[in-house]
């Protein structure tokens, strides 16, 4: 007979991506973990209620039953992370991340359970599915340090990094433009801003110092090109 | 014909119908950024290429305009042929690359 706690039973076992960038990855497993949890939870207490009527056990049972609800609303939360928008907000990550401490909390709880009683016949026969347990905790570490990990990239993504170019990339490209042909000046520092003000969204200030010493050095070249343009022009209109 | 020149023709062939700023040629073309304005300078003196200014208010945008540049219509045709005539052709220079930027 399977065991009600087991973590294989619930396709939990696959790898759990912990490098991943994008909760969406993540989802699945948080699916998977809080379902095997639930359920896990609702047995052990169950077996609890029909069981030993001892403090500690009714104790423990009253501690299944809170995190029992907390879990639920893991599902709930999963949910309406995914539902609404392909990127949840990190405060909505925060909370997957805090429900899902509570699924570690009772992990942990189900494996001293299983340690301390496992004289007792009872818990005996749930006894082996400890390993899972522990396999659960610790995916459920992996998982809410990916969704930390992937909310923050969301949270810097979505709030669009202040993009600010570099004040030495800025002074070259000021003086490439000064070099050029003075009808084609503002046209040109208009046009290396530009370009400039992309690249400081995706690069470093180094890249952007780059950017601007390479304007520079071709500025003669591109100086030579307008003035021939311009020549060829004037020839054309004579 | 340069490498480089023959590099941003090809790219800007790759798209002839639409219109590309700077960075997005650079890229098309795999050459550094800050490179390419006096080649494009010197297409646009020659008549086989056009700008013109993204039609954008930067405050609302919260970015600068950019140049757009696209090959003029008999622009195309001049820069297929001066690929094609090059002395040292691109495929020659990177082998596998055939005229329209598929391998070969």
Redesign the interface.
């Known amino acids: 007979m399977r065991p009600p706690f087991d973590v294989h039973a619930h396709g939990t076992d696959r790898n759990l991506a912990p490098h991943a960038a994008q909760i969406s990855e993540v989802d699945p497993h948080i699916d998977s973990l809080s379902t095997l949890a639930i359920e896990g939870a609702a047995n052990l207490k169950r077996m609890l209620e029909l069981g030993d009527d001892r403090p500690t056990i009714r104790y423990l049972a009253r501690q299944l039953s809170d995190h029992l609800s907390a879990l639920n609303e893991v599902k709930v939360t999963n949910g309406f992370a995914r539902t609404p928008a392909p990127d949840p907000t990190l405060a909505q990550a925060r909370e997957i991340v805090h429900f899902l401490a509570d699924a570690r909390a009772l992990a942990k709880k189900i494996d001293d359970f299983h340690y301390f009683y496992r004289d007792n016949p009872k818990v005996a026969a749930f006894f082996a599915v400890s390993p899972s347990v522990k396999r659960a905790c610790h995916k459920a570490d992996r998982l809410a340090s990916a969704i930390a990990r992937g909310a923050q990239r969301t949270r810097l993504t979505n709030a669009g990094r202040p993009v600010t170019s570099s004040a030495v990339a800025l002074r070259l490209i000021y003086g490439a433009a000064r070099i050029l042909p003075a009808a084609s000046r503002s046209r040109y520092q208009g046009e290396f801003e530009s370009e400039l003000h992309e690249l400081s969204a995706v690069s470093s200030r180094w890249a952007q110092v780059m950017f601007g010493l390479r304007l520079l050095d071709r500025a003669w070249i591109l100086r030579a090109e307008l003035q021939r343009a311009s020549r060829q022009k004037n020839t054309v209109r004579l | 014909m340069t490498l480089q020149t023959q590099l941003v023709l090809r790219a800007l062939l790759e798209h002839p119908t639409s219109e590309l700023?700077?960075?997005q040629i650079s890229q098309a073309a795999g050459l550094?950024?800050?490179?390419i304005?006096?080649i494009l300078?010197?297409f646009?003196?020659?008549g086989w290429l056009e700008s013109r200014?993204e039609q954008i208010d930067p405050i609302i945008e919260?970015?600068?305009?950019?140049?757009y540049y696209r090959l003029s219509p008999d622009g195309a045709a001049k820069a297929r042929h001066a690929l094609e005539t090059a002395r040292t052709p691109l495929a020659r220079l990177l082998p596998g690359l055939t005229f329209d930027g598929g391998p070969r």
């Open positions: 700023y700077g960075l550094a950024t800050g490179t304005h006096p300078a010197r646009e003196g020659l200014w919260g970015r600068p305009r950019r140049r």
